[in-house]
């Protein structure tokens, strides 16, 4: 089974891919390896147009949208 999930708010829209291709863009510009992310969670705030990360359970941060 293949499966998309969109969010939509205020006539934006985002998907779940974009949002976790931006995490691992941010993982990689700081000198790591795609490799080496073996977690990742995404918490996004619409209202506040930004996504809150953890990454290995311990990296935490968050980037616009």
Do not use: H, R
């Amino acid at each position: 089974m293949k499966s998309n999930l969109f969010l939509e708010f205020q006539g934006k829209q985002i998907s779940e891919k974009q949002l976790v291709q931006a995490a691992k863009d941010i993982w990689v510009n700081q000198g790591n390896k795609v490799k080496d992310l073996a977690t990742l969670e995404l918490y996004y705030k619409p209202e506040e147009k930004s996504c809150y990360y953890v990454m290995n359970e311990n990296l935490k941060g968050n980037f616009d949208v």
